[in-house]
């Protein structure tokens, strides 16, 4: 079943971070994908959201990605997502602090072929 497969191809994508490795995770990224960031954030390219990504693993490690909740109808799947990373590289102005860290959002992809091509996402 399609959902089932979107599913698996979703929850791989986020546990992807956990190897610390930007084009593991690219990997599950089609090259026209288009992300829609919540609150005022304008739409990521493929290259801007690897550039975005770049950042992140800069000033997290030690990730651990936890699909909280996954729901999945036909291209789409939604997932809760908490990311419990170690915080050991400057973020948005703030010096690294060496601590632990959650980070929940909201992710919604939508998949063909395997690959994610759109997605959005809140922080929660």
Known sequence: ????????????????????????????????????????????????????EMVFFSAFSNIEAVVEDQIAEGDEVMNRITMHCSHTGEYQSIAATGKRVDITYIDIVRIKGGKIVEGGLSLT
Do not use: C, Q, W
Request: no cysteine; aromatic share 12%.
């Open 1 to 52: 079943m399609l959902s089932e497969v979107n599913n698996e191809v979703a929850h791989r994508y986020f546990k992807a971070y956990e190897t610390g490795d930007i084009e593991a995770v690219m990997k599950f990224l089609d090259s026209s994908y288009i992300l829609h960031p919540g609150g005022a954030g304008e739409p990521m390219n493929y290259e801007a959201r690897k550039l975005d």
